[in-house]
């Protein structure tokens, strides 16, 4: 086996059973933080697991994130405001398995937490500054990518989160709000080293969560992290 035929092999295989896409997606939701995270589970959970495609395991043991437990999962899934890691290996165990790569999906408070951590700014993008709230537009920024494509611009009631950007991260933004001079990203996409990284700001609260359209762009875009075509929730 040549040399590059081996990185190729390697690379293929970081994503495991979910760029394979007969296996089901072994997704791990890390609970905990601030924010109704209970909440967010409670409906998100019924959603992913009646498209047949996902495994999910739910914990707030954040120890699952180092590196000789988060190599069982293909994803890990976060909302929770607040948290901070409780030692190295667990923030480095994310984001070398996320770089080497592994996925990781944030929604909301997910840049809200971990703020001491410079890597886990790098790798998520972006890191909360501030918020309004209210009924807005969301307007869909990226027509062309995959998680987007199909998707239309709505209305929700949620927070309007705004970021700080890490100096090495280069936004692409897939859909933004549109009201006034709140015009910001409300949620991005990008590769990390070999992994992918899918973050929404929207999200806040039950509102939020039942919305269709919330989440329909949640499940399209874990699906998208994971490297499978994006499929949509039931209607």
């Given at each position: 086996?040549?040399?590059?035929?081996?990185?190729?092999?390697?690379?293929?295989?970081?994503?495991?059973?979910?760029?394979?896409?007969?296996?089901?997606?072994?997704?791990?939701?890390?609970?905990?933080?601030?924010?109704?995270?209970?909440?967010?589970?409670?409906?998100?959970?019924?959603?992913?697991?009646?498209?047949?495609?996902?495994?999910?395991?739910?914990?707030?043991?954040?120890?699952?994130?180092?590196?000789?437990?988060?190599?069982?999962?293909?994803?890990?899934?976060?909302?929770?405001?607040?948290?901070?890691?409780?030692d190295a290996e667990q923030e480095?165990?994310?984001?070398?398995?996320?770089?080497?790569?592994?996925?990781?999906?944030?929604?909301?408070?997910?840049?809200?937490?971990?703020?001491?951590?410079?890597?886990?700014?790098?790798?998520?993008?972006?890191?909360?500054?501030?918020?309004?709230?209210?009924?807005?537009?969301?307007?869909?920024?990226?027509?062309?990518?995959?998680?987007?494509?199909?998707?239309?611009?709505?209305?929700?009631?949620?927070?309007?989160?705004?970021?700080?950007?890490?100096?090495?991260?280069?936004?692409?933004?897939?859909?933004?709000?549109?009201?006034?001079?709140?015009?910001?990203?409300?949620?991005?996409?990008?590769?990390?080293?070999?992994?992918?990284?899918?973050?929404?700001?929207?999200?806040?609260?039950?509102?939020?969560?039942?919305?269709?359209?919330?989440?329909?762009?949640?499940?399209?875009?874990?699906?998208?992290?994971?490297?499978?075509?994006?499929?949509?929730?039931?209607?």
């Amino acid at each position: 086996m040549t040399r590059r035929l081996a990185l190729a092999v390697l690379a293929f295989a970081a994503f495991g059973l979910s760029a394979q896409g007969g296996e089901k997606v072994k997704l791990f939701f890390l609970q905990g933080g601030g924010h109704d995270w209970k909440g967010n589970f409670a409906i998100l959970q019924p959603i992913l697991e009646k498209t047949g495609d996902f495994e999910i395991a739910a914990s707030a043991d954040m120890n699952e994130l180092k590196a000789e437990n988060i190599k069982k999962y293909n994803v890990v899934l976060f909302y929770g405001s607040g948290l901070n890691f409780g030692d190295a290996e667990q923030e480095k165990g994310l984001c070398d398995w996320v770089r080497g790569g592994g996925c990781f999906a944030g929604i909301h408070g997910a840049t809200d937490s971990f703020k001491k951590s410079e890597t886990y700014w790098e790798m998520v993008g972006g890191r909360f500054k501030g918020h309004g709230g209210g009924k807005f537009t969301v307007r869909i920024m990226d027509k062309e990518h995959a998680i987007t494509k199909p998707l239309e611009d709505f209305e929700i009631q949620d927070e309007t989160y705004d970021h700080a950007y890490h100096k090495d991260f280069k936004l692409h933004s897939l859909v933004r709000i549109d009201r006034g001079k709140e015009q910001q990203s409300m949620g991005w996409c990008h590769e990390y080293g070999k992994g992918r990284v899918f973050y929404t700001s929207l999200g806040h609260g039950r509102e939020a969560f039942v919305n269709p359209h919330f989440q329909r762009l949640v499940v399209r875009g874990l699906y998208w992290a994971v490297g499978r075509e994006p499929k949509d929730t039931e209607k």
